[in-house]
């Protein structure tokens, strides 16, 4: 059985400084993988998909990058976040044309 | 560009009352998107609780359904007797292609009273 796991759960960070959020995929090879964001009282945004490893697709800018070092990993980050980053990160992977999602990060910028 | 609209939460019924909570899209990108319904748990992750990839068909799951109009743009979601475990966030979703692109909308948040 796949497995998808995110860390860290829950993040509280000062405006300006780094971040670095991740997500990895157990069971399952070469998958699909995709970041979305969610605001608070807003809709969930895909930010990111990833073919294949070492290459990602930008959907939405929002000043955030994301990588994928691993077949199985994919990594969300910035080196300066903005109080506008605050919401729910969701990873999530593909098989056809069904998405499985992680259980999620909370981060909150001051 | 392509989105979903559907019924503004909380909605709240009582137990085996029977519920529909609207969907409508708007897909500008692809003639015939997949359309899906996610939901949440109260703790749990997003999962997915049907699909419909073909218009006119209908998806079910777990006494939900919800058929795919591509006359009115619609995919509602249906039940016809709600217990109190159906609470949840219920949220429609628009597939865009073969990236996997969804678009998804606002949520609707169901409580179902005993």
């Known amino acids: 059985a796949q497995t998808i796991h995110q860390w860290p759960v829950a993040e509280i960070k000062a405006v300006g400084s780094p971040l670095s959020l991740g997500c990895t995929i157990k069971?399952?090879?070469?998958?699909?993988l995709y970041w979305y964001w969610q605001a608070t009282g807003g809709t969930l945004q895909q930010l990111f998909y990833?073919?294949?490893?070492?290459?990602v697709e930008s959907v939405v800018q929002l000043n955030l990058s994301a990588s994928r070092p691993k077949d199985d990993q994919f990594i969300l980050s910035t080196e300066k976040l903005l109080l506008s980053h605050s919401g729910f990160y969701l990873c999530?992977?593909?098989?056809?044309?069904?998405?499985?999602f992680g259980p999620g990060t909370r981060l909150t910028v001051l | 560009g392509d989105s979903v609209t559907q019924t503004e939460g909380p909605v709240t019924v009582s137990e085996s009352e029977s519920l529909i909570i609207n969907c409508t899209y708007s897909?500008?990108?692809?003639?015939?998107?997949?359309l899906f319904w996610y939901v949440r748990y109260p703790g749990e992750g997003l999962q997915l609780l049907l699909k419909?990839?073909?218009?006119?068909q209908k998806g079910s799951s777990r006494g939900f359904e919800a058929t795919y109009n591509k006359e009115t743009t619609s995919f509602h979601l249906q039940k016809a007797s709600v217990q109190e475990s159906d609470s949840a966030v219920y949220y429609c979703?628009?597939?865009?292609?073969?990236?996997?692109?969804?678009?998804f909308g606002l949520g609707t948040t169901l409580q179902v009273q005993p």
């Open positions: 419909v990839i073909t218009a006119g």
């Open positions: 069971g399952k090879s070469s998958p699909n």
């Open positions: 897909a500008t990108s692809i003639a015939y998107p997949n």
């Open positions: 979703a628009l597939g865009t292609g073969n990236t996997g692109k969804l678009i």
């Open positions: 999530a992977w593909s098989r056809g044309e069904e998405q499985y």
């Open positions: 990833s073919i294949t490893v070492g290459q």
